[in-house]
């Protein structure tokens, strides 16, 4: 994301009817003498079984018969089958937002219409910005998310993305927020990628300012954002190995802004996380490997967890 313009951001149990019989099955007159038969033949092998054992004479025995059926074993109890949903963020949702979209630059005319923000009015989404190389923001951000997503739901997450490359273009940077909204979303998370001058190096989150203007009212937000905030720039610097943006706030790594359309208008707590700058080659070539790619993804998804399952994702 180009500094400092807006950004967008089933098992019931089924009744059991038994097989018909076959039609060979023998007649109900030989099915009853059978069911007569049996219990009788099993009673007098029974009593003879009782007679030979009282058998005294000098074969020696007490004469009594002790023996008794052993107890049947005691049975342990089967361990419960996991959910496979079971997790650490089971009953969570969490809303990804991968920033821009790579169809955007087919449509440029499209991303320029300007949506109402709250406190003003912005372009409704844009481009991104790309590494000296070309590699495309768009791109980046869809695969940190999609890597998150991955991460999240086996930890029993919800996961909801605002788009997954399933779009020609957007969305808008309205919709994005209200995608978070409607999902009701106990945290969202903005994924981007800065463009600033090369030299600046580093990662940044941008929590929302309070605003409370037109359809914005960031007020509930504010605190709760802030400590997802705060909590995912920590877990991200772990896993990445790097540094806080040092040209950001002096080097904190935190930043505040009431100038975007993704935060303005969000009613559930989010960020966005500028997870390093494209146009210094240093941090480009961090940016473009898969694997350091994956080690974004699993600090996103270890500030999330930190987050949710510390009682601050709540919904009230």
Known sequence: MSAPGPVPPTIAGVPHSPASPPSGRPPRSRRLLTAVAVPVLLLAGGLGYGLAGRGGGDGGGTGHDDAKAAPAPARTPASPVPSPSAGPLSGKVV???????????????????????????????????????????????????????????????EVRLTHDGDRKFGPCVDERAEIGNEAEADAAVSVHADGAPAGARGFHVIMPGAVHAGKADTRAITAPSHDLGTRLAASFAKAT??????????????????????????????????????????????????????????????????????????KS
Request: hydrophobic fraction near 35%; charged fraction near 25%; proline fraction near 4%.
């Open 241 to 314: 190995g790097t540094s806080p943006a040092t040209y950001i706030n002096g080097g904190t790594g935190l930043d505040t802004r009431s100038d975007l359309g993704g935060l303005n208008l969000s009613r559930v707590p989010k960020v966005f996380l500028e997870c390093g700058n494209m146009r210094d080659a240093t941090d480009a070539g961090l940016l473009s490997a898969a694997e350091w790619r994956e080690r974004a993804a699993r600090g996103v998804a270890a500030g999330l967890t930190a987050y949710l399952t510390a009682g601050a994702g709540e």
């Open 95 to 157: 809303v990804l937002d991968p920033g821009h979209n790579p169809g955007n630059r087919l449509h440029t005319a499209d991303i320029k219409r300007q949506v109402d923000v709250g406190n003003g009015r912005k372009e409704c989404d844009t481009t991104g910005t790309e590494t000296n190389a070309g590699y495309p923001e768009a791109e980046f951000t869809l695969d940190v998310v999609r890597r998150t997503r991955k991460l999240l739901r086996a930890r029993g997450a």
